[in-house]
């Protein structure tokens, strides 16, 4: 296969599509032109071969094109598409499933995307308590609406400061999404103080792996729980990451804190356009799916078959086989594996990680909010990404992103890793 072909379709890109890629975060270098992924593999258009830990940013939690999860979206297409009148039987077995499994799903809507099933969560909690201010915390993503656009990954002279996302943004939007400190319950309820009465939701991610992996501190989650409760706010776990990948319930069944209302996505659907927003019957009512309601929930695409099918397929995998089981196993070898390594070649780094995810931040303590995170040498955090690529382990070779082992990852893929992780950090130190 030609060496240069991955450079000369970079260009042509460039030609037709702004930069190239569809999403801002996609473009990074090496420029790669991918053409074939399966279980664990990706594959760029010269051949070259990549284990896989970006996963797209967490789908794959079966892995690329699974081949039960494509069956049943086969079977589904041949007799079926989207009708955009009434429901489907798929639709109506899928919400029983969500409801079945996710704690805070008395009743569910789908969608297509995480950014849609935040942006219906917040209207929906403004709706509701008819007040308009939110909560969300610094380090977090959910999504690139208006509404959470901002203190994302934030410069380090900009934590809690007023940094909008993007350009274009309303201020009304920026100015009511107020930011506080993860794992800091004093600083949530000052804010709640201070804005008595005008805060409708909190949002977080139960674990912020937008900035890889800081785990909430013992009674964290408890804590915002009670804290809702005290000041009339509701309080929304945005599982677009965490939810079907930890388990089948997401974490807040790990957790034990059931939300008022959550969002699902990515590894619910393996890969496949699906997301959903769930929670307590009473609220959920609001919404104009149901006559008299006053919220509006719409979408074209809404339920789609593809998406439905690959839903009840990743969820009737994870109801048959030991699929959490197999991914947190891995995991656990992966994290063990590299910390032994630091020890063994006395590197400063702290390997963070839940279930099937992990980073290595490189600072010698656990990070537990994002402004730690100046401490991540994070210079050295992409060369490491970048040296590990060239050995076919596919790392977003950006600072702070997250990796994922799918249920088509086995030990020889993990044992491969490892090795090639010893053999460039005994280069770079
Ligand atoms: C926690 C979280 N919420 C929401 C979103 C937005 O989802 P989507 O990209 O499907 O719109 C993401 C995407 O990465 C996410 O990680």
Known sequence: MEK???????????VYSPGGVHTSIRNVDPHLIFTKAEGAYMEDVEGNRFIDYQAAFGPFVLGHNYPFVNEQVKEAISRTDLFGVGTTDMEIELAKKVCEHVPASE??????????????????????????????????????????????LSDWDKIGERDPGSAGMMDEAIDNTLICTFNDLADVEETLQKNKGEVAAIILEPIPHNIGCILPEDGFLQGLKTLCSEYGALLIFDEVVTGFRHSIGGFQEIAGVTPDLTTLGKAMANGYPM????????????????????????????GHAVGTAASLATIEMMEKEPVHEHIFRLGEKMRSGITEIHDMLNIDAFVAGFGSVWTTYFMDFQPKKYSDLEYNNGDLYVRYRKKLLEKGIFKMPMN?????????????????TLEAIEDVLRELI
């Open 4 to 14: 240069t072909r991955n450079a000369e379709l970079y260009q042509e890109a460039n």
């Open 275 to 302: 997301a959903a927003i769930a929670g307590k019957k009473e609220y959920m009512s609001r919404f104009n799916t149901q006559p008299g309601g006053d919220v509006w929930f719409a979408g074209t695409y809404n």
């Open 107 to 152: 009743q569910v809507l789908f969608c297509n995307s995480g950014s849609e099933a935040t942006y219906h969560a917040i209207r929906l909690a403004r709706a509701v308590t008819e007040k308009k201010k939110l909560i969300k915390f610094q380090g977090c993503y959910h999504g690139w609406h208006d509404y959470v656009a901002r203190n994302m």
């Open 400 to 416: 702070m992103k997250r990796n994922h082992i799918s249920y088509s990852h086995t030990d020889k893929e993990i044992d491969l």
